[in-house]
């Protein structure tokens, strides 16, 4: 299983780390570190060299209640590091989390080679913009919108509703043109989700492979963590990297992080033993 763009190619034949950078003032964990470019390009590098696959640079702050952020404003925080992390590396993966149409052709045309977007694709232009570009879309489940998402999240049947959502999105996704190997799903923990929500999805995270696509992970530092321990989500790495390596377990192919160095240990072990798996079975 691979995701492509016309220019490159990502095996996911390991877990991969997918690093947060956060361009904003108001995100719920980082919020305010990397509005800098010059800060935001070093942790950039911090990344690659560690060895993260992905970068997710995301220029509007997604959290319980957070504003909305103009286009403008958007691209201003976006753009410049897309170029300039392309310059210093052609070969890492940059991913904007954007559900902005215009942001994703300005930041394909910076650099960019997968979008992430938690409204998947359903505001005006993006799913032309994505089909146009042949790049790899993440879409996501989240219920409701980020202002009031997370006011007493009820659900019939999480599993199906989930489901259901994400079977919608594949065929929207492919019935505007994008491959459908280029799609990889989310289900969305902490959009929408109570803290029993979260752990459900996780506990039972193997049932989004039968969609035959790859999974991608993201629960660092996010309530689901900081309020099961009752710490702040930047005290809450250990947890935070537990969830991550139970995700990689149940086959998660991407995983989404802050504390990229110690999740991409985790996921060494991961890949370690999932190999040692398979030759034991050959053996």
């Known amino acids: 299983m691979n995701i492509q763009t016309p220019s490159k190619t990502l095996e996911l034949d390991r877990p991969h780390v997918m690093g947060i950078l956060n361009t904003t003032p108001d995100s719920f964990s980082d ?167 979260n752990y459900q999805l996780l506990a039972n995270l193997e049932s989004f492979h039968q969609y035959g696509l790859p999974v991608l992970a993201g629960m660092s530092r996010k309530s689901m963590v900081f309020k099961l321990l009752n710490k702040k989500p930047a005290e809450c790495v250990t947890a935070s990297v537990a969830c991550a390596t139970i995700a990689a377990e149940k086959g998660a192919q991407i995983i989404r992080v802050h504390d990229f160095e110690q999740t991409l240990e985790a996921m060494k072990v991961v890949a370690m033993t999932n190999k040692n798996k398979q030759i034991a079975k050959n053996s």
């Not at 410049?80 to 954007?98: A, C, G, L, M, Y």
Request: glycine share 8%.
């Open 31 to 197: 919020g305010g570190s990397y509005t800098d470019l010059e800060k935001a390009l070093s942790h950039a590098k911090a990344m690659i060299e560690a060895g993260v696959s992905i970068i997710d640079i995301g220029g509007e702050s997604t959290r319980p209640g957070a504003p909305e952020v103009s286009l403008e404003e958007e691209l201003h925080r976006v753009v410049p590091i897309v170029k300039e992390i392309r310059q210093f590396n052609q070969d890492v993966w940059i991913s904007i989390d954007t559900s902005k149409a215009e942001v994703m052709k300005q930041a394909i045309e910076a650099g960019a080679d997968f979008i992430n977007d938690i409204r998947s694709l359903t505001e005006p232009g993006a799913l032309e913009v994505v089909a146009k570009a042949q790049v790899p879309v993440c879409i996501m489940h989240m219920k409701g919108q980020p202002k009031t998402m997370q006011v007493n999240p009820q659900y019939d049947d999480l599993m199906q509703e989930v489901d259901s959502f994400l079977q919608e999105r594949i065929a929207a996704c492919e019935v505007a043109g994008i491959k459908r190997s280029n799609i990889v799903v989310d289900p969305g923990f902490g959009f929408g989700k109570s803290i029993d929500h």
